[in-house]
């Protein structure tokens, strides 16, 4: 308790050095915690999202850009391709499921995707209220999606043509909101989600093939796509096909109307009338077919196949050269700090040789004298260390909510990674090495000499 009180009340006798040295450490440990928290939760966020899709087929481009599009919803894809062939891969011996994606609208700022129900199985998601679509012209919101826009069962909407604002609504043919899904922390959150005869109706209106949709119901499964389980309290859906962009006209207007307007008559498009989907997302069979069948579709189809996992570690990998430099300017703050505490104490011992000289005379040893100036090291850079952790779980906490908010991403500051345990090890070790110096001056102090100098 004594050296306590003494190294407490050396740092309130320069409380500017002190105060600016706790500063310099705690802006370094922020930034470094602050990049570990965010980091860690979204690379854990972008790996749970991809779970159970071990390949994207779209059309050839950049496969960053298709996986980004096509899993993460946070890109333009790179293009449509033929339902039909991707048909032909769906029914592969080496595929297991199959689930369609037709992208081209939005609402709000939120994407509408033309799908299946076995979207929802992929991240076993299920409707809080109402049910899943069963008929063109409906739709299932994300929880995302009905904090940002209000809406809820029964209201109805008209899509936007594009994928950002400002584009044409597509008032002549609405939705109805039929169903509300439970918060997931994946991508549905931020989805509008509706049959893809719903996205072939309102981008190919000329369309007269039609196909009762007692087919699909009846058989329980989309030819060559897979079983299409039911999810949990809810039919089947339609899925036969996906978009084809074309040119159209579109009505200008509010994307919210009237629910209680009648809904536009379905048409039903069969299969081999040449519509198109975004993408295809795909559950391998058998490991083994991660070896040869991303090859044979590159090889010999004019699709692309891409590796979410794959892509997922390079994009990481890119972002991580950004990080890695923002980590090194927080090291080097750390080191500004370390090497501020050193001047400070190396300095403060210069002007209170003639007190350590004092208190050896009162019965202080050397090494109390030595672990005195090495606690003053400890205590600064812990309390560096405590307001850096502080303000980086605070600030990713309020960021957390705000993001959650705004688009569903779900972001937490009430959470601790070994990282900043061996992160907090370092910094008191800085502390004490700083210190150090110091620290062995004052034990080696000689009595005599210090007080003749007066």
């Not at 087929?57 to 293009?79: C, E, F, I, N, R």
């Not at 032909?88 to 081209?104: E, F, H, M, N, S």
């Not at 400002?166 to 899904?181: D, E, F, I, T």
């Not at 949990?232 to 084809?244: F, K």
Request: include cysteine.
């Amino acid at each position: 308790m004594r050296l306590a009180g003494l190294a407490w009340a050396h740092l309130r006798a320069a409380p500017l050095g002190s105060t600016l040295n706790v500063i310099l450490m705690a802006l370094g440990t922020a930034s470094i915690v602050l990049l570990l928290l965010v980091g860690h939760q979204i690379g854990t966020t972008l790996a749970r999202e991809a779970r159970g899709v071990d390949l994207v087929l779209g059309a050839k481009g950049s496969p960053v850009q298709l996986v980004l599009s096509s899993v993460y919803h946070a890109d333009v894809p790179t293009g449509n391709i033929d339902y039909d062939e991707a048909l032909r891969w769906a029914g592969d011996a080496r595929v297991a499921d199959a689930v369609p994606l037709a992208l081209g609208d939005s609402v709000r700022g939120f994407r509408i995707v033309g799908t299946t129900p076995a979207y929802l199985e992929l991240y076993r998601a299920a409707p809080a209220q109402g049910r899943v679509w069963q008929a063109p012209a409906e739709a299932v919101i994300g929880a995302a999606v009905a904090r940002g826009t209000g809406m809820g069962v029964g209201d109805g909407f008209a899509g936007v043509h594009g994928l950002g604002a400002g584009g044409h609504a597509h008032g002549q043919r609405p939705y109805r909101v039929v169903g509300v899904l439970g918060p997931t922390g994946t991508v549905l959150d931020r989805l509008v989600l509706t049959s893809l005869d719903s996205v072939w109706n309102l981008h190919a209106p000329h369309l007269s093939h039609t196909r009762p949709a007692s087919a699909v119901e009846d058989t329980g499964r989309t030819p060559g796509l897979g079983p299409i389980g039911p999810v949990p309290g809810h039919e089947q859906g339609h899925e036969q096909g996906h978009e084809q962009e074309q040119d159209h006209e579109h009505d200008h207007g509010e994307d919210r109307v009237d629910a209680s307007a009648p809904m536009p008559q379905a048409v039903h498009v069969q299969t081999g009338s040449g519509q198109q989907i975004t993408a295809l997302l795909i559950r391998y069979a058998t490991p083994l077919a991660a070896t040869t069948l991303p090859r044979q579709i590159n090889a010999q189809s004019s699709l692309q196949a891409a590796s979410p996992a794959y892509e997922l570690t390079r994009l990481l990998g890119l972002v991580g050269l950004g990080l890695d430099g923002l980590r090194a300017f927080a090291g080097v703050l750390i080191a500004t700090a370390g090497l501020s505490l050193f001047a400070t104490l190396y300095g403060a011992l210069k002007a209170r040789q003639h007190d350590l000289a004092m208190l050896r005379c009162l019965g202080a040893t050397r090494g109390e004298l030595l672990c005195g100036l090495l606690l003053e090291g400890l205590m600064i850079s812990a309390a560096g260390a405590a307001l850096g952790f502080g303000l980086a779980h605070g600030l990713v906490e309020m960021l957390g909510q705000w993001l959650a908010q705004a688009r569903g991403v779900r972001l937490t500051g009430a959470v601790w990674l070994l990282q900043e345990a061996q992160l907090l090890a370092g910094l008191l070790g800085i502390g004490l090495i700083a210190a150090a110096l110091p620290a062995w001056q004052a034990y080696r102090v000689d009595v005599a000499r210090t007080l003749s100098e007066g």
